[in-house]
Every structure is written in C-alpha cells, then in structure tokens.
C-alpha cells in the first residue's frame, strides 16, 4: 500500500505565501509524476500543478508565475511553494501521485487534504 500524507497549509493574508510538502511512502516501485490538486467548497476538484519523473511541469493558468512545484526524487516528497496569494486560492489541496507499486501495476494515490484559507 502507498500513503501520501501533507503538510502545510493554514491561514494566510492576500499577497502572502505558504509551502505545501507531500511524501510518498510504503509499497513504491516507481513514481510517475506527483501534483497538486484543490477544491473549493461548491466546486469540482481542480489541477493546480503536476510534475513528471522527467522535471516537466505543468500549471493551472490561474496558478502560473505565482506557484511553483518541485520534487525530491530520493525522498519520494513533492512541494508547492505557493506565491502572491489571492481570496480565490482558497481551497483544500490534495496531493496527488501516479504510483508504480511493483513493475507491473500503477495507480492514482491521493493524501487526505489540507486547507489552505486566503483571507484579511
């Protein structure tokens, strides 16, 4: 079994930042890509930034210039330092990684969520 627990998250002030960290660990053979994702309450849950074994990145149009993603390779963790923060970035962010647990079968694992709240 894979778990995929976070850390970071809270309460920040408009035009702040915070840093979201994500480690991977148990049954890993080999990680894909890992990312981030949120949803705000009403609404459907959204990619914010992916990132592949090869460096290559991804980000929602909303998030580009103002959040960056970057992975550990040897410590299985995923980070997203998250810049210029607006009211709309609230959400709960989900990590997400597309996980080989032995050579022949992947899946999609996700951590159980933490809140991020953008607020004056």
């Known amino acids: 079994q894979v778990q995929l627990v976070e850390s970071g998250g809270g309460l920040v002030q408009p035009g702040g930042s915070l840093s979201l960290s994500c480690a991977a660990s148990?049954?890993?053979?080999?990680?894909?890509?890992m990312g981030w994702y949120r949803q705000a309450p009403g609404k459907e849950r959204e990619l914010v930034a992916t990132?592949?074994?090869?460096?290559?990145?991804n980000y929602a149009d909303s998030v580009k210039g103002r959040f960056t993603i970057s992975r550990n390779n040897a410590l299985n963790t995923v980070t997203l330092q998250m810049n210029s923060l607006k009211p709309e970035d609230t959400a709960v962010y989900y990590c997400n990684g597309r996980i080989y647990s032995d050579h022949t079968k992947w899946d999609d694992y996700w951590g159980q969520g933490t809140q991020v709240t953008v607020s004056s």
């Open positions: 148990g049954s890993i053979f080999r990680i894909i890509a």
């Open positions: 990132i592949n074994g090869g460096w290559a990145t």
